[in-house]
């Protein structure tokens, strides 16, 4: 029998609930695919916040982050996290970011240049990849296409980990 391969693990933080139905979504998803094939990743989640939780990740992953700027008008301006802030520190705690291979940012497009700037600043921040973005829960395609490329992410990574 074919040795199953290690859960996508998500770390995730959500103000208003969209991030946690997209996180729901992924598992899910994986849930299907894994009934179709028995070697799928399967996906964990754990939100971040409220219980002022010291997380100390040991394993690879990824991050999934809204963007929360205050007093900005969208464009050139409103550049400072506001909410999320526990996400950047859960990264920094311990330097979990080196276990992080991604982040996978959320918006929304009306906020035009600000669309998903947190992702981007966390990326230019800890030195790791944007993956990917969507916008408020995320649709089915966004689901399936992220699904996909946290696996080759995550394969990647742990090619790198383990030369
Ligand atoms: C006060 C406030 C500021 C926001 N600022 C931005 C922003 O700068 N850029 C962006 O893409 N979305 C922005 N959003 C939209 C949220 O990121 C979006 O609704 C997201 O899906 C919320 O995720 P959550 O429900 O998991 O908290 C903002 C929303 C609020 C309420």
Aim: charged share 20%.
């Amino acid at each position: 029998m074919e040795k199953n391969l290690t859960p996508i693990k998500i770390l995730f933080i959500s103000i208003s609930g969209n991030t946690r139905a997209f996180a729901q979504k992924l598992v899910a998803y994986a849930q299907k695919v894994r009934q179709a094939d028995p070697t799928a990743r399967l996906v964990e989640i754990t939100e971040i916040g409220g219980d002022n939780q010291f997380i100390e990740m040991q394993q690879p992953f990824t991050v999934l982050v809204p963007t929360y700027l205050g007093g900005g008008n969208g464009i050139n301006n409103g550049n400072q996290e506001i909410m999320t802030n526990e996400m950047r520190e859960t990264l920094a705690d311990n330097d979990n970011y080196r276990w992080c291979y991604g982040v996978i940012g959320s918006g929304n497009r009306n906020f035009n240049a600000q669309f998903g700037l947190t992702a981007k600043q966390y990326a230019a921040q800890f030195k790791i990849p944007v993956i990917d973005f969507y916008e408020m829960r995320g649709t089915q395609a966004d689901v399936k296409r992220i699904y996909q490329e946290l696996n080759d992410f995550q394969i990647k990574f742990e090619q790198h980990l383990s030369n």
